[in-house]
């Protein structure tokens, strides 16, 4: 599986939403400051994942972005679902198999999907968030919202 600049900027601008306190609101444009997307894209990002129930939009001057829930209730694969990124590597149309070979290969590629799949529905905004702080303290850094 290989995640598309898509992807990349709709899990960074929602993991830069759960580092705000009581995770938001936050304009589309602070977020594309700090992590260095285009605001126009972002926006349609953030559309996406509107419609799809994980974030919020709030009206008004002091309004924006946040997240719909808590970051251990969105997972990684929530999130590239939302933007229509395709969580498994497997073909659809997969050829019908005419030797044991065949098979064994098609089988491989479905059970290593199912993982991957399984892997990116496990792993939520909290567990990248906790993985960023522990290498920032790894590194002796103060904490940062640039994802």
Known sequence: MKLTTKGHYSV????DL???????????????????IPAPYLEKLLIEMRRAGL?????????GYQLAR????????QILEAV????????????????AEDWVTLTLWQRLNQKLKE??????????YYDAR????????EANFIV
């Open 134 to 141: 522990s290498w920032q303290a790894s590194l002796g850094e």
């Open 84 to 99: 229509g990124e395709k969580v498994t590597h497997l073909p659809l149309n997969s050829p019908e198999p005419t030797q």
């Open 55 to 63: 974030v919020k939009s709030i009206r008004g001057s002091i309004g």
């Open 12 to 15: 960074k601008a929602l993991l």
């Open 18 to 36: 759960s580092l705000q306190p009581k995770y938001g609101p936050v304009s589309v444009k602070a977020i594309a400051k700090r992590q260095d």
């Open 70 to 77: 808590e970051p251990a209730k969105i997972s990684i694969g």
């Open 119 to 128: 892997a990116l529905y496990s792993i939520t905004l909290a567990d990248l």
